[in-house]
């Protein structure tokens, strides 16, 4: 099974990439963020003419959350376990049931820079997801959180650690939050295949960043025990990130044996 995470930033201007990489790269489950659509303008048709069913959820203005499987999907949930209509409307996590698996798409906030609101807020975003898993999940289950983190989980994941985004995503405390969701019994499934570094998903559109090499990988395939012993192979389309207005994250997958 091939499970795959995307953030197209703005998939109405990214449609047409999306079916074209759907095309060629035959995922089984895509995740995807920051649709920047409302659940009604989701085009659900599209992808179910490819053999996708759908989940979205998404408020029009911004963020976005979607699930494209073509193994099953049951029992969609939009937000976390016990939140309040009023938390909901940031429309960053959505949790599907897909070919025996509960796969969640996270867009993590950004956070913008260390020691103001928004990141003190990142922070509380990851916590509520960590106490998400350990009221909801069960880590001796099949599951995978599949998103843009916003966090490169260590040095090794940004082109320069001193000048990311004024100390945001590469910060202690962040990635702490982090590990704190992996020891609920989560592994980065990329990391199984690839210890190298330098190893991007994310490039600014800005200064040629891409072909200079100056990326982060902050998008993650997080799974339990039972998915993270079956994985066979992992990779970051750097082919997706180039050509006409492509988003500025590549697309991961993994393909693991079930």
Request: hydrophobic content about 40%; proline content about 3%; glycine content about 8%.
């Amino acid at each position: 099974m091939r499970i795959a995470t995307w953030n197209v930033n703005s998939l109405k201007a990214r449609l047409g990439r999306v079916e074209e990489w759907l095309a060629y790269a035959q995922p089984d489950i895509l995740c995807m963020q920051e649709t920047k659509l409302a659940d009604a303008a989701f085009p659900a048709l599209t992808f179910h003419a490819l053999g996708y069913e759908t989940a979205h959820h998404g408020n029009g203005r911004w963020n976005g959350v979607a699930i494209l499987s073509r193994v099953g999907l049951t029992d969609p949930v939009a937000g976390f376990s016990g939140e309040r209509e009023d938390d909901i409307v940031e429309s960053r996590f959505l949790s599907a049931t897909c070919g025996g698996i509960r796969v969640s798409t996270v867009y993590v906030p950004n956070g913008r820079a260390a020691g103001t609101e928004h990141y003190e807020a990142k922070l509380a975003w990851l916590e509520q997801l960590r106490t998400h898993l350990a009221e909801s999940c069960d880590p001796e289950t099949k599951v995978a959180i599949c998103g843009d983190f916003n966090i490169a989980p260590d040095d090794r994941d940004v082109w320069d650690a001193t000048s990311a985004h004024g100390a945001t995503h590469v910060s202690e405390p962040e990635r702490k939050a982090l590990t704190a969701i992996k020891e609920w019994g989560m592994t980065d499934a990329f990391r199984l295949v690839y210890d190298d570094d330098r190893l991007f998903s994310w490039w600014d559109y800005r200064a040629g960043d891409f072909h200079q090499g100056r990326g982060m990988r902050i998008d993650l395939i997080l799974v339990t025990k039972m998915l993270a012993e079956r994985l066979r192979f992992a990779l970051i389309d750097r082919n997706a990130r180039k050509g006409k207005l492509p988003s500025d994250h590549a697309p991961l997958f993994v393909d693991i044996d079930v």
